[in-house]
């Protein structure tokens, strides 16, 4: 047994999870990871994790690590029969929509989201009697039923690239629930909200309460830094940024660029997974952490495979999961 840790220990090493970067000794990590991987292999299980989760799963026990649209696509392309989505709901959800026949499981019953709970689908039908005709273009973000309410789906990694393309039949679009990201979006694309863009007032609780003033002083002090910021971020934040972007397009940035030092404006986990990526750089994270992603642990990962309950399985009506995979696959049809 003690062989079997010490070789868990080493592989936990060797994908760069480090004492300093751990709530706890990597022999007590190691002791629940091994115990997953093991089951996960008898179960024909697979985890899929989102890089806000913590490094502890993401290195221990994650085999599909992403941002939302990576885990959207490839949920498409998954041999498992039990995705553990280490995420959000609508995460999840979305991937039950492309995977009927496979059983997904939430290990938290608290893994929501503020923006998803933001809006639903009467107000979303409501938007649609108010506007007429309009394309509701809807943030990964949300239920399954206020996506089966929409035209085409989008994510922070393709959100730009897809209303461009809508904007080039339609002169004005509903887009929903992310007031900042809608903000932002209209910008970059020299569009006025509540003219060009009808926007939702949804906002998320992690990314709206960053302090844009913090970035002017962190410039002063480290010359030469790249500040990065999500656009869920409102956009006094976004003014003073080098860069705006969902998680993935950070990472692509980070790799591509030699800045000095880099100053993340998201969630705490995408720092810690920053540094085990690029050892060799300078990351400065403003610590704000997403309760709900956060509500999922090694041991809840491990209680859903020793004891699958009803309660944390997902499930979408067919009808609905219908109507809100065609809104999903107008997003992959938009994105190529
Ligand atoms: P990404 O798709 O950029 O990872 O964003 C998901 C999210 O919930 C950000 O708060
Ligand atoms: Fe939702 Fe914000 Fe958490 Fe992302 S960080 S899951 S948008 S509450």
């Known amino acids: ?55 502890d799963i993401i290195c221990g026990v994650g085999d599909i690590i992403g941002d939302s649209y990576k885990l959207a696509d490839d949920s498409r392309k998954m041999a498992a029969d039990i995705i553990i989505f280490c995420g959000v709901r609508f995460m999840g959800e979305t991937a039950k929509i492309l995977n009927p026949s496979k059983q997904v ?13 933001s809006v639903n689908a009467e107000d979303v039908r409501k938007l649609k009697a108010r506007y007429p005709g309009l394309p509701v273009v809807t943030y990964i973000n949300t239920s399954a039923e206020v996506k089966a309410e929409s035209d085409c789906v989008v994510t922070s990694a393709n959100a730009e690239k897809i209303l461009r393309r809508l904007y080039r039949k339609n002169e004005k679009i509903i887009f929903i629930p992310d007031r900042f990201m809608g903000a932002n979006l209209a910008k970059v694309l020299g569009k006025t909200p509540g003219k060009d863009i009808i926007l939702w007032q949804g906002s998320c609780v992690v990314h709206e309460k960053f302090n844009a003033a913090v970035i002017g002083l962190y410039r002063k002090n480290y010359p030469g830094l790249a500040v990065l910021a999500h656009a869920e971020c409102p956009s006094d934040i976004i003014n003073a940024v080098d860069f705006m972007g969902g998680t993935g397009d950070m990472l692509h940035y980070i790799e591509n660029t030699n800045a000095t030092a880099y100053l993340l404006v998201t969630e705490c986990g995408f720092g810690e997974l920053a540094r085990i990526r ?50 999903i696959e107008k997003m992959f049809e938009l994105a190529e």
């Open 1 to 55: 047994m003690e062989a079997v840790l010490n070789e868990e220990i080493k592989r936990l090493s060797g994908k760069g999870l480090r004492e300093s970067c751990l709530a706890r000794g990597l022999p007590a990590v190691a002791a629940l990871t091994e115990k997953i991987n093991r089951l996960k292999k008898e179960k024909n299980a697979i985890v899929c994790a989102h890089v806000y989760q913590t490094p």
């Open 105 to 117: 499981y939430i290990p938290s019953r608290n893994a929501g989201c503020s923006l998803s709970e």
């Open 278 to 327: 690029f050892p060799q750089k300078n990351f400065i994270a403003m610590c704000r952490l997403c309760p709900y992603m956060k509500s999922i642990t090694l041991e809840s990962i491990l209680d859903v495979l020793e004891n699958p309950r009803p309660e944390l399985e997902v499930s979408v009506p067919p009808e609905i999961a219908a109507r809100a995979k065609k809104s």
